[in-house]
């Protein structure tokens, strides 16, 4: 991977049709009455090279060549996107963390139709927020997610600090034979249970990749968590880390980075200061599980800047509303398994199975109409979801269209981070407040995809 200096992003971006200029806002969420020329993305079965066993068949992308795209846009100005489906079955975009047009936001049945194979969509909106997201299908997700077809989104804001370089890292699990090709994308067993893991564990499709990076200098490690199923416990060794942001949104008090969980669908941006010796090596690992685990390293090259994370400048808040506690409604969420109904057949696919549920309704499958919504919001009003864990198994919980602020846990203290996706701890409670300022029904489920998919989704209804 090149050395990406903050200007070289900056005009990269520019020359991706990631920039509009000169366009102003359309709305509060972004449906841009006068985009960019979209930038194509086109679902497509490819191959890669994954392990020593050769190129693996049946990859899924939104290019031909390999990993999908990260994709930079920058805040408050428009961008666009034109999908189209070169795949045999159907798919769609979900845009994972954007508070954007409920017509965007790429869930069948929920907010747009399917885009079938030959088809096209055209995505328009306006980012509000700055931060590292992602893009993923939410169609046959565990199919089409477990082939690769998950991709990071970076939104700029001129307003950020200065950092000398920047490393993006897409970490994922590939469920590969011996040979190198797909095996069965999952087992019943485990998903009733955590989830079944992938065989091949990368960062940018590249098992222990490793960067280059100016020694002595200040990088910007964007890390979001695009897999179906791990869970990761991350620590940085041969360098300092301080985190930043998490799931898109500045942290409260910057920390070091001792050791902190994130699972699948959230995000990371950490501030690393590179060690001043030629050739020295910070290695990110993840040591859940029985023994550490490299993810990738960052290799300090040239003379040392000398620079220091004192340096840095804090980072703007996104212009999330703050929700009143004083007037707030409380919704119960309770998740729990359950066995009370099989799933229903699908042209996004099912996985034949109903392991779990929210408020003792599982939702298993994609259709029209599977049940009422989870609660129906007025527009502009403040709520709390009293989210509580009663089974033995954490769960990232995530919430499309719009942020919360953790304000309370029963089991640890936290701290006041906006984000959009929380993972919530066995036989923890927790309370998440925000305020309904997006119109739309809205998606809420656990990105453990197989939890998903056998249940663990609802959604929520804003007017």
Request: proline residues 8%; hydrophobic residues 40%; negative net charge.
């Amino acid at each position: 991977m090149p050395l990406l200096s903050r200007r070289n992003l900056l005009k990269a971006s520019a020359v991706a049709g990631a920039y509009g200029v000169g366009i102003g806002i359309a709305s509060k969420f972004g449906f841009a009455e006068a985009a960019p020329e979209p930038q194509l993305l086109t679902a497509v079965k490819t191959e890669a090279v994954l392990t020593e066993a050769g190129p693996t068949r049946d990859i899924m992308s939104w290019v031909h060549d390999g990993m999908p795209p990260i994709l930079r846009m920058r805040k408050g100005r428009p961008y666009a996107a034109r999908l189209k489906n070169g795949l045999d079955e159907p798919t769609t975009i979900h845009w994972h963390g954007l508070r954007i047009d409920n017509r965007m936001d790429g869930v069948p049945f929920i907010t747009q139709p399917y885009v079938y194979t030959g088809d096209s969509f055209d995505y328009a909106f306006t980012p509000p927020d700055a931060g590292t997201f992602w893009y993923h299908p939410h169609c046959n997700t565990l199919t089409q997610m477990g082939h690769g077809m998950t991709g990071i989104i970076v939104v700029e804001d001129p307003a950020d600090p200065e950092f000398d370089a920047e490393v993006v890292l897409n970490l994922r699990d590939w469920r590969l034979g011996g040979d190198g090709q797909f095996i069965a994308p999952f087992r019943p067993r485990d998903a009733a249970k955590t989830g079944t893991y992938g065989t091949v564990r990368t960062a940018n499709w590249h098992q222990e990749p490793r960067y280059d990076a100016p020694a002595g200098g200040l990088v910007r490690l964007r890390i979001a968590v695009t897999d179906v199923t791990r869970i990761f416990s991350l620590k940085m060794e041969g360098a300092d880390a301080t985190v930043i942001a998490i799931d898109g949104n500045p942290v409260p008090k910057r920390f070091s980075l001792d050791l902190l969980q994130i699972g699948p669908g959230q995000r990371l941006d950490l501030a690393v200061r590179m060690p001043d010796g030629e050739g020295a090596v910070a290695t990110l690992e993840d040591i859940r599980g029985t023994a550490p685990k490299t993810i990738a390293g960052l290799r300090a090259v040239g003379s040392s800047l000398k620079r220091a994370i004192g340096d840095l400048g804090p980072l703007v808040d996104n212009p999330v509303p703050k929700a009143d506690l004083s007037i707030a409604e409380q919704i119960p969420l309770i998740l729990s398994a359950t066995a009370e109904n099989a799933a229903v057949e699908s042209i996004c696919g099912t996985l034949g199975y109903s392991f779990w549920a929210i408020n003792k309704v599982p939702w298993p499958g994609d259709t029209p109409d599977p049940t009422a919504p989870l609660a129906e919001l007025k527009l502009g009003k403040s709520y709390v979801f009293n989210l509580e864990n009663t089974t033995p198994h954490a769960h990232p919980i995530h919430l499309h269209g719009m942020s919360f602020t953790v304000i309370s846990s029963s089991t640890r203290e936290v701290m006041p981070l906006v984000s959009d996706t929380y993972l919530i701890q066995p036989d923890e409670k927790v309370q998440l407040a925000f305020v309904a300022d997006n119109p739309g029904d809205w998606l809420l489920h656990c990105h453990i995809i197989e939890h998903q998919k056998t249940g663990m989704t609802s959604y929520l209804r804003v007017s």
